[in-house]
């Protein structure tokens, strides 16, 4: 299996642009998560979705940030406009969700190191 | 609100030493997993050992184990024969076994760990 693939792996962009970000989780997972990972602030979850819908959107720190799952094996994160406050690492992880006290093991993507000039 | 904390910004151990990582977790919940994530260099998040609340026997994978006591809300991570590979960040997470929280995992803000040769 080729694990979650992230793309890209690097973006350098200047304030104001729009900026997406790719996720292609594992084949046969039904839950994804976006994280951000930041110095100061550790590792947040931004939202994460179940069979493709989105179930808690609360960490996504504002309107300019967005989130969507139009099917099972891609998702896409985009800031528009971006700001320099918003270069952090962007993880994408997936699971498969049996129910709440199952094992649900997130795997992780190699992350997105995003540079907002 | 769950929150895990990792009073240990920076460690460093002699490499074959042993070396013990901490982690406090505030919760009202009786069923809960914990995890040790590793983060080397490369970003990518590792899944290191996982326990589950209703265990009472602590997890052991090969030279990682943990020292899991629930009335103390204490989940420690210890490291034997510790090699150079093992230099990383080290994040302990906890994830709720019921409801809308079994999906979401809560980090600490992570101990960065220096093998010295």
């Known amino acids: 299996d080729a694990g979650v693939i992230q793309s890209p792996r690097h973006e350098v962009t200047e304030m104001g642009q729009e900026v997406t970000l790719r996720c292609k989780p594992i084949?046969?997972?039904?839950?994804l998560f976006w994280y951000r990972q930041t110095m100061m602030r550790g590792l947040e979850l931004l939202i994460y979705f179940n069979n493709n819908v989105p179930i808690d959107d609360s960490g996504m720190p504002e309107d300019r940030f967005s989130a969507k799952m139009p099917n099972a094996s891609f998702s896409t994160l985009k800031i528009q406009p971006s700001e320099p406050r918003d270069s952090a690492v962007y993880f994408c992880?997936?699971?498969?969700?049996?129910?709440?006290?199952?094992?649900?093991?997130?795997?992780f993507g190699p992350g997105t190191r995003l540079t907002v000039l | 609100a769950q929150t895990v904390t990792q009073s240990q910004p920076e460690m460093s151990v002699q490499e074959a030493e042993t070396v013990t990582l901490s982690c406090t977790y505030d919760?009202?919940?009786?069923?809960?997993?914990l995890f040790w994530y590793k983060q080397p260099p490369s970003r990518q998040m590792i899944l290191v050992i996982r326990q589950e609340a209703y265990k009472q026997q602590n997890a052991t994978e090969n030279r990682f184990s943990v020292n899991f006591q629930k009335a103390a809300k204490s989940f420690s991570l210890k490291i034997s024969d510790s090699q150079l590979g093992d230099a990383a960040m080290y994040f302990c997470?906890?994830?709720?076994?019921?409801?809308?929280?079994?999906?979401?995992?809560?980090f600490g803000k992570g101990t960065k760990l220096s093998v010295i040769p």
């Open positions: 919760t009202s919940e009786s069923d809960y997993y």
């Open positions: 992880a997936s699971s498969f969700h049996l129910g709440a006290g199952s094992n649900n093991e997130q795997f």
């Open positions: 997470a906890y994830r709720s076994a019921t409801g809308a929280g079994s999906y979401q995992l809560t």
């Open positions: 084949s046969g997972h039904n839950s």
